[in-house]
């Protein structure tokens, strides 16, 4: 009474004096696949290296677990060969299988659940250190929209903007996506109002693209240079307003087709607006 014993596996028990020694449950015996039960009984356990001893539902200590860890501190579940720090592994062939759940249980509307990725920085704090706790770059945030009914939800992605985290794009139950907006109403809906919201490239840093903007009810269409982009001014190569006129070479149409040409190419006696001709 009062002594724990200890040892290293290779000389005889040592003792040294404790003031209690209070046991429950199970312990695990290291370099030794052995338990101690609560009634003082040893078992002893075939247990492979790296591998924990747990229990069943019903307490009883199992010989073998699917959580596994390596000499290199990587966690495998359902692995003993994990090929990062975590890696989570369920084989069901020709069917798809839940391999994690990140659950938030509340019900109210707008409750969600975040997986968020994190880097050093290098910001400062708010007391003026500097943050060693990492920063979030990037998350992805399953919103609950809808609790009756079966349910609705969300998905959102958002990235570090401006030193705040800011959602970019929306997945809604629906599937219609919305970036920049989180109330898509059509399968595709972009919102910026400042850009065009649409620009076709053809990977050349030199050439122009096609860029789209929608601004006023206006739809102007042009070939910006990599570094300007298509806006409510007169060199837009295409507008459509919202009376359905369209303006070539003008954003101003005032009739159901307005051409405007100032920069002929050719004929430079006479400005031509439009040219028809049939090959020789």
Known sequence: SGQLLYGNGTAALSSAATSSLTATGLLSISNSP???????????LPLTKGYFIVGSDEGVAQATSSIFISSLGSVGIGTSSPQTKFEIVNTSSGATQDQLFLSNLASATSTASRLSFRTLAGSTTP???MDTNGTTTAALTSILTQNFNTGKGNLAFSTLRAGTLTEAMRILDTGSVGIGTTTPNWPLQILSAT?????LSDGSSADNHWTFRSTGGFLYVDSAS?????TSTA????????????????????ATL??????????????LALAVYGAT
């Open 127 to 129: 007391s003026g250190g």
């Open 258 to 271: 307005s051409i405007l040409s100032t920069s002929p190419t050719s004929n430079a006696d006479a400005p």
């Open 34 to 44: 052995a338990i101690l039960g609560a009634s003082g009984a040893v078992v002893t």
């Open 226 to 230: 990599p570094s300007t982009f298509a």
């Open 195 to 199: 850009a065009p919201q649409l620009a």
């Open 235 to 254: 060199n837009s190569a295409l507008t459509i307003n919202n009376n359905s006129f369209v303006g070539v070479g003008t954003s101003s149409p005032f």
